[in-house]
């Protein structure tokens, strides 16, 4: 034989039936609040992720720029197998200077060094007015070495800038980037 069921009665006072209209939309309205912070986070991880981008991509044009000039620093005074005329027409199309200084490389595209800078040639600059400019500064130094050592020798610090251009259109203002190597004499 079964056993009867038992009815259970709850009781429940008024206001303990469930959630109210108002604690649902407070529950809302934090999960709102923790979403704009959610979302903005994601904008902010996007700026950064941009800017980042750029400066690396100014790094590795300036690393470029540094590597050109010390092809053409060593075909122009330590190589000596190739032909005094070639070594000019080098340095000549490059346009570069190892005296101290600062010099711009090309940047609209009419400039005469264009053609060894640009797409058709160590294609380190891509297009005219790109998104930044690029120059170099020498700096001629006389190593001096610890008191009873050999004589040093002379060297030059390169200094290669890339500074972003800023327009009308541009949509983040990013950081200039230097980048600096040295050349032995």
Known sequence: MRAPKKESRCR???????SSLIEVLIALFIMMILMIGILQMFSVACVVNASSSARTEMTYKCQ???????????VSTVNKDL??????????QAGVNFADGTYNLPYTGGEANYAYWGPNGADVIEQPN???RLSYTVVSQLYLPSPGALPGNNYLTITVS??????????????RVDYVATLYQ
């Open 12 to 18: 429940t006072r008024r206001g303990e039936a469930g």
């Open 64 to 74: 470029q720029i540094v590597e050109n000039l010390r092809y053409i620093y060593n």
């Open 83 to 92: 032909p005094n005329h070639q070594n000019m027409a080098i340095l000549a």
């Open 130 to 132: 790109g998104p930044y």
């Open 162 to 175: 890339a500074v972003p251009v800023t327009t009308a259109t541009t949509r983040f203002h990013h950081k």
